[in-house]
Structure formats: C-alpha cells, structure tokens
C-alpha cells in the first residue's frame, strides 16, 4: 500500500511564499512521476507541477510558471512545491500525487494512481 502525506500549507498574504512537501512510503514503491494538484472551491482538481522520477524532467501550469518550483529527494522518496509570490487565486486544497506509467500523461488528473489527503492553502488580499 501507498500512502502520501502532504504538509506544508497554511494562510500567507498576497506576494508570500509556502512550502509543500509530500512524503511518499510503501513497500518497493517506485514512482514514475509525482505531482502536485489543487481544487478550489466549486472547481475541478487542476494539475499545478510534476516531476519525472527518473530524469528529473519538470511540468508546470502556465499559471504557476515563475513562482512555484517542484523538486524532489530521490533517496527519501520526497516531492515538494515551494510557491512564491503567492496570489488570492492560488487559494485551495493542494494534493500531491503519484503515478505509474499510463496512457494518459503527466497533465491529466486521471493518469495518477496514489493520492494524498490534501494541504489547505490560503492566500489572503
């Protein structure tokens, strides 16, 4: 079984900065590419950055490109998201995800198999 744990989260002012992590655990598990996604209010879940395991290659939204950067620990298994110059449209439930190789790619919600609980972020005026 895998499990993802994210922390991190928390209520910053506009122009602020947070750091996610997600620490991932279970037996033999090797990521092909982990994630972060978020989900605002009334919103469907929106891909934010990823990480391919192997290579380091990174993905990110064009909404986040410039201030949030993904990294990784490969040793440990670790992913994190440090988001700066944050904005009130940053606001929401931030996921971290993990995923095999599948038809569907490093974007799309639906090609990531292991899930964390969530990390509120808020991002007041």
């Known amino acids: 079984q895998v499990q993802l744990v994210e922390s991190g989260g928390g209520l910053v002012q506009a122009g602020g900065s947070l750091r996610l992590s997600c620490a991932a655990s279970?037996?033999?598990?090797?990521?092909?590419?982990m994630g972060w996604f978020r989900q605002a209010p009334g919103k469907e879940r929106e891909f934010v950055a990823a990480t391919r395991w192997s290579g380091g290659s990174t993905y990110y939204a064009d909404s986040v490109k410039g201030r949030f950067t993904i990294s990784r620990d490969n040793a440990k298994i670790l992913v994190y998201l440090q988001m700066n110059s944050l904005k009130p449209e940053d606001t929401a439930v931030y996921y971290c995800a993990a995923r095999r190789p599948t038809v569907y790619s490093d974007y799309d919600v639906r090609g990531y198999d292991y899930w964390g609980q969530g990390t509120q972020v808020t991002v007041s005026s």
């Open positions: 279970g037996r033999t598990f090797s990521p092909y590419t």
